[in-house]
């Protein structure tokens, strides 16, 4: 597809389990970006990805999250012993090259509940 | 520290005009985004502003004052679809800085 893809688009988890959320960015792009967004607030930025590295990883809220990316493409991000506060939908963007100006586009996010 | 702020909350009629205001205290500045983004949807982008000034996009158009740490959203000709949260956001540095967004109610 042309669009950044993010799955699954719903998971529902119980608390203490680890859970894995995919996103594959629009090809070529060598910027990805993972965003957490809690009901009725802004985005949390987590962590961005330029190529293969993650030069700023000052978002990620602490040591039981975790995200990769390979071959410049897909990325996934890891939550370990969820708890009830990580439900949220987390949305991934990718954009060209992540200069200053460049537009992110984003996917359509994965709803995680923790119960 | 790093803070945007703007409204909760707005309502407006079909066919107005309305202006959707955005403070901001970020620590690097590397332009300002807005995006629009319905319920239950992903963000989409609108506009951005790097320089001091107006930018107009059709129906949209977009003001940055950088020494005030300020910017607009403005929206003409509002209609029924124009129902959705508008996010500013602040690039500094190689992240975003989102605002919690303003959720705009168009009324008929």
């Known amino acids: 597809g042309a669009g950044v893809s993010q799955s699954p688009s719903n998971k529902v988890t119980e608390k203490g389990k680890d859970v894995e959320l995919r996103c594959d960015p629009i090809?070529?792009?060598?910027?990805l970006y993972w965003y957490r967004q809690r009901l009725g607030q802004g985005l949390e930025f987590l962590i961005y990805?330029?190529?293969?590295?993650?030069?700023?990883k000052s978002g990620l809220p602490s040591d039981r999250f975790s995200a990769e990316r390979t071959g410049e493409s897909v990325s996934t991000l890891t939550i370990q012993r969820t708890q009830q506060e990580d439900s949220a939908v987390y949305l991934c963007?990718?954009?060209?090259?992540?200069?200053?100006?460049?537009?992110?586009?984003f996917g359509p996010g994965t709803r995680l509940t923790v119960l | 520290g790093q803070n945007i702020d703007q409204p909760t909350e707005m309502t407006a009629t079909e066919g107005a005009i309305v202006q959707i205001n955005c403070t901001y205290q970020t620590s690097g500045f590397n332009g300002l985004f807005w995006y629009q983004q319905h319920a239950g949807e992903a963000p989409t982008f609108l506009s951005y502003?790097?320089?001091?000034g107006l930018e107009e996009k059709g129906r949209f158009s977009s003001f940055l004052s950088r020494s005030k740490g300020y910017s607009y959203l403005l929206l003409k000709e509002l209609q029924m679809k124009d129902s959705a949260s508008y996010l500013c956001?602040?690039?500094?540095?190689?992240?975003?800085?989102f605002g919690p967004g303003t959720r705009l109610s168009v009324l008929p």
């Open positions: 956001a602040v690039r500094g540095g190689q992240n975003f800085v």
């Open positions: 963007a990718s954009s060209n090259s992540g200069g200053a100006l460049d537009t992110q586009y």
């Open positions: 990805f330029q190529g293969n590295s993650a030069p700023d």
């Open positions: 502003n790097v320089l001091d």
């Open positions: 090809s070529g792009h060598t910027a």
